[in-house]
C-alpha cells in the first residue's frame, strides 16, 4: 500500500515537474520573441524619426528580398479577396487584411527613396468604395512622388469591379490568359422580409425622426421617392467609376460607357477593348517593368507584417472569426463588386 503511494506520489510530481518546464519553456520563448519585436520597433521607430516620418507614413514592416539580380528596387505588393479596409478578426485577435497591407505597402514604398517601381498583384472581385478609392489614390501619390516612378498591375484569376478600378490607375496592365476581368458598375443589394413578418406574425416598431431615416428598412417597402433617391447614389458613383477608367486607360467616355454595364469578360475582350496592354504571366510584368524604367534587371522586394508579443498574447475564439466574417457580409453598402 505505501509502495503504491509512493508510485503515485512520484509520478504525480514528474508530472508537475513536466508543467512547470514547460511553463517556463512558453514563458522564455513568448519574451525571446517579444523582445526581437521590441527591439525591432524601435529600431523602426529611430529609423523613421531620423527621416521625419510616422508609422503610418512608413509602416513597420519586413522586407524580404523575392526576385531578381538587378540593382533597382522594385516592389510586389499582393491584393487578394474582398476589398475592405480595417482589421480583420483571425486565431491571433485582430489581424491585417488583405486591403490594408496592400494600402500600408503603397505608403511604406512611396516614402522609400529607392523603390523605383511597383508590381501590383491583383486576384479580387473587388468591395467597398471607399476602400477601393483610397488604395487608388494611394497609387497615384507614389506616382507623383518622383515622374519616373511606375506601376504594373498583373491580374489573376479575377480582377473585377473595384480590383480594376484600383488597376487603372496603373501605368501597364497585364492580364493572365485565364483572367476574367470588367465589371465595371455599382452594386447595392438588401432584403426585404414583410411578406414573410406578416405571415410570421411580426411587427416592425421604429421610432425614427424623418421618413427616410430608416430608409431599406427590411420590413418595410421602398417608396418610389426612396428607390430615386438611391438610384441616384448609385448613379452617381458610376460615373466617377467611368471616369476613373477613361482617365486611366485613355479611352473617350462615351466609348467606355458602351461596355461598363457590369459585364464580365476574358482577357481577349477586355484587350480589344483596349482595357489591358498586353496578356502574359510573371515574366512578362517583370519584362514590362524593366521596359518601363528602361533597365536590363531588376530586384525585386515584397513586404511582410512584422509578428510581435502582441500577436502571441491575443488568441481568441474561432467564433470571433465568423463573427468577424459575419459583420462584412451583412449590411447593406454601395460596392464596387462582382460576388458571383
Keep these: 500500500m505505501n509502495e503504491d503511494k ?43 524619426n531620423e527621416k521625419e516620418m ?9 522586407e524580404q528580398w523575392a526576385s531578381g539580380q538587378g540593382t533597382v528596387k522594385v516592389v510586389r505588393i499582393p491584393l487578394r479577396g474582398m476589398i475592405m479596409l480595417g482589421e480583420e478578426a483571425g486565431i491571433f485577435g485582430s489581424d491585417i487584411g488583405s486591403a490594408d497591407h496592400a494600402l500600408a505597402s503603397i505608403r511604406r ?22 476602400a477601393c478609392d483610397i488604395i487608388h489614390d494611394a497609387l497615384l501619390d ?6 519616373d516612378r511606375r506601376i504594373i498591375s498583373l491580374l489573376g484569376d479575377v480582377a473585377a469591379s473595384g480590383a480594376y478600378y484600383i488597376a487603372a490607375a496603373t ?16 452594386i447595392m443589394q438588401s432584403l426585404n422580409f414583410q411578406d ?7 411587427r416592425d416598431v421604429t421610432i425614427k425622426s424623418g421618413d427616410n431615416k430608416d430608409l431599406l428598412n427590411p420590413f418595410k417597402e421602398l417608396s418610389p421617392e426612396q428607390l430615386s433617391m438611391l438610384q441616384g447614389i448609385v448613379n452617381s458613383m458610376h460615373d466617377r467609376f467611368v471616369t476613373i477608367v477613361s482617365e486611366g486607360r485613355n479611352l473617350p467616355e462615351a466609348d467606355v460607357r458602351e461596355f461598363a ?8 475582350a477586355a ?9 502574359g504571366h510573371w515574366d512578362d510584368a517583370v519584362d514590362a517593368t524593366c521596359e518601363l524604367l528602361d533597365v536590363k534587371d531588376i530586384q525585386v522586394f515584397r513586404y511582410e507584417t512584422e509578428f510581435g508579443l502582441s500577436n502571441l498574447l491575443k488568441i481568441k475564439h474561432h467564433a470571433n472569426v465568423m463573427g468577424s466574417m459575419i459583420r462584412r457580409l451583412s449590411g447593406t453598402r454601395f460596392l464596387y463588386l462582382w460576388q458571383p
Excluded: Y
Design 6 to 48: 509512493k508510485n503515485k506520489n512520484g509520478r504525480s510530481g514528474c508530472l508537475w515537474a513536466l508543467i512547470v518546464m514547460q511553463s517556463v519553456i512558453i514563458f522564455a520563448v513568448v519574451l525571446f520573441v517579444g523582445g526581437i519585436f521590441a527591439v525591432g520597433v524601435a529600431m523602426q521607430g529611430s529609423w523613421n
Design 109 to 130: 514604398a512611396t516614402n522609400d527613396p529607392e523603390v523605383q517601381a511597383i508590381i501590383l498583384d491583383i486576384d479580387s472581385g473587388g468591395g467597398g468604395i471607399t
Design 54 to 62: 510616422g508609422m503610418d507614413d512608413f509602416p513597420p514592416m519586413a
Design 196 to 202: 414573410l413578418a406578416v405571415k410570421l406574425g411580426i
Design 271 to 279: 484587350l480589344a477593348l483596349s482595357l489591358l496592354d498586353t496578356i
Design 261 to 268: 454595364d457590369g459585364r464580365v469578360m476574358t482577357a481577349d
Design 142 to 147: 507614389f506616382k507623383e512622388s518622383n515622374s
Design 171 to 186: 501605368d501597364h496592365i497585364i492580364a493572365r490568359p485565364t483572367t476574367v476581368t470588367g465589371s465595371i458598375g455599382v
